[in-house]
């Protein structure tokens, strides 16, 4: 009777043991990476950044037209903010892609990144001007930067069609979503947490 008692005792713990370990792996895990994209007001708490998306103006052109550089960067901005509430440094990395579901729930012809630019303005300060959209079709990273725990980013995004543009965009959208991974600063792998 006593063995039968002792080897429930020992499973008991052995099962205990197995699932705090599985809960601050996984917990671990999600502590150093995410990834978010959408169209509305969004927040994302992990246990480094917070991720606020002010996503109620769409990264959308569909009726727009050619315009020049500084009408462009006076244009209206796409704003957000990201903010570190942890207690660790972070890292983290703005991307822009596609909508591709956009582009076929509007059953709509894509304008090509080559006939748009962008400027992005970080804090108040603009860290890229008037520069081709395609110029980062690459990895499409707008930013990568070190976030201090308690900072905050604030940007406005831009993005407008070149003057140069012809009568190739006419009836053309560009639909596009934010992609944003953070990690612990001291990692680099964005997709593993490593």
């Known amino acids: 009777m006593k063995k039968i008692d002792n080897n429930k005792k ?8 197995v699932l705090i370990l599985l809960a601050v792996a996984t917990t671990s895990y999600a502590l150093v990476q995410f990834k978010k994209e959408g169209k509305t007001e969004n927040t994302i708490r992990t246990g480094t950044l917070i991720l606020n998306l002010d996503e109620t103006k769409e990264l959308s052109l569909t009726s727009a037209y050619p315009m020049s550089d500084s009408q462009g960067m006076a244009s209206s901005a796409y ?41 992005i303005v970080r804090n108040g300060v603009t860290i890229t001007s008037a520069r081709y959209l395609s110029n980062i079709a690459t990895d499409s990273k707008l930013d990568e930067i070190v976030i201090a725990a308690g900072n905050k980013n604030s940007y406005q995004l831009r993005i407008w069609i070149d003057s140069s543009a012809g009568n190739e965009i006419v009836g053309k959208h560009f639909h596009a979503k934010l992609n944003i991974k953070g990690i612990l600063s001291d990692k680099s792998d964005y997709d593993t947490g490593a």
Do not use: H, P, R
Not at 10 to 17: L, N
């Open 10 to 17: 020992v499973m008991i713990v052995v099962t205990t043991f």
């Open 79 to 119: 704003e957000f903010t990201v903010e570190n509430t942890g207690t660790q440094d972070a890292k983290y990395k703005i991307t822009l892609v596609d909508d591709t579901k956009t582009y076929t729930d509007d059953a709509c012809s894509k304008l090509e990144w080559s006939k748009l630019k962008y400027s």
